[in-house]
């Protein structure tokens, strides 16, 4: 019988992956939020044409223009992801959608799942809200985790939290961080790891939630004219894997990158000035070196440009095609948003337009 049910599991693993393999290795799911309050009375037009099929379509309403001629005209701008979100969906309806990577994870398999979009569009309470990704995720992990015992599996869990800061990491479970983190890549096991970083072993689901609180509290946000408390970092949550097999020997080691990227903002909106200046042209920066990357794998090019940020840099494996990795990205419903959400919605579709290549499973360190 436990001979049986290991087979079945390994079976169950390949017919898995296949269906991820067909899905695509990198996709792409757009999450309009919800106005809040008096936003009620300033929202864009945003059309969702097949809600009631598939769910892939958005389409956003332009402002009116007068042409020389006197005419008025409205642009419409329409676009197709994996999936799309209206403003009603709950992050339990997201997290369905996405729980299917989580379990690559579990399978070997490293995993990249990232929030991208102009600043206060959601991405931190996609990511990080108490019924977020980050948690929902977890507890999915424990779930599956403790049903594969019966195959004779042992998982043990581990997590670490860092920002990237002006082109600094920082270690989001220190206070006050001053050490130099540098970025390391394991090219034969396909591995990236950040030195000096606290790592938290996740034994229980408590223990996510009090990270979550740390690297919260640790994480530099301030105050903007786009975002009262902004995010001026971007956030990664590392949770790696290690499955042991004690019938078969067989071992699994997979990474779950969580990302919740800082906004993207237009200086002239903005009005930065000082350290918050500083802070927009790095950040817009590492997103600019983000389309760079994606736009050198989309065109096949022979040099892809991953080091001219540390944000690339850390995702190198993330992007490459050794991973299966899920963008959202996350836009305002308001209509002083619409120029902002469409450049958004133009680089989503330069990622979902982006092969890069099949995901090979992690191979698991050599056991000392």
């Known amino acids: 019988m436990r001979e049986k049910l290991v087979k079945e599991e390994t079976l169950r693993r390949v017919l898995h992956n296949q269906v991820q393999e067909l899905k695509g290795n990198i996709r792409v799911f757009c999450r309009v939020r919800p106005p809040a309050g008096a936003e009620i009375r300033d929202q864009a037009q945003i059309a969702f044409p097949d809600t009631d099929e598939h769910a892939r379509e958005i389409e956003l309403v332009g402002p009116t223009t007068e042409t020389a001629l006197g005419t008025a005209t409205t642009k419409s701008y329409p676009f197709a992801f994996d999936r799309v979100f209206p403003p009603a969906a709950t992050n339990g309806e997201v997290f369905e959608e996405i729980s299917q990577l989580v379990q690559s994870a579990l399978d070997g398999y490293n995993v990249c799942i990232f929030c991208y979009g102009q600043t206060g569009s959601g991405k ?25 015992q019966d195959r004779g599996w042992a998982y043990t869990m581990e997590g670490q939290f860092l920002e990237i800061y002006n082109e600094n990491i920082n270690d989001l479970l220190v206070a006050d961080d001053v050490r130099k983190h540098e970025i390391r890549h394991d090219a034969k096991l396909c591995r990236t790891t ?68 800082a906004g993207s903002e237009r200086l002239s909106f903005s009005q930065s000035t000082g350290d918050r ?19 050198a794998l989309g065109s096949a090019s022979a040099h892809i440009p991953y080091r001219n940020s540390k944000l690339t840099y850390l995702l190198q494996y993330s992007l490459s095609g050794n991973s299966k990795t899920l963008m959202f990205v996350n836009i305002s419903p308001l209509r002083q948003h619409v120029t902002e959400s469409v450049n958004s919605l133009r680089f989503a579709t330069k990622v979902n337009n982006t092969q890069i290549g099949v995901a090979r499973r992690v191979k698991p360190a050599p056991v000392p």
Do not use: W
């Open 277 to 295: 200046l500083k802070e927009t042209l790095a950040i817009n920066k590492s997103l600019s070196c983000l389309g760079d990357v994606i736009y």
């Open 124 to 148: 931190t309470y996609t990511m990080s809200s108490a019924d977020g990704m980050i948690p929902r995720t977890v507890q999915q992990i424990y779930a599956s985790a403790a049903a594969l």
């Open 194 to 261: 950040v030195t000096d970083l606290t790592t938290v072993a996740l034994d229980t689901p408590d223990r996510v939630r009090d990270i979550l609180a740390t690297a919260f509290a640790n994480r530099s946000v301030a105050s903007t004219q786009a975002n009262e408390r902004s995010s001026r970092s971007h956030c990664v949550f590392v949770l790696r894997l290690l499955g042991v097999n004690a019938a078969s020997g067989e071992r699994r080691e997979g990474t779950l990158n969580l990302i919740d990227l």
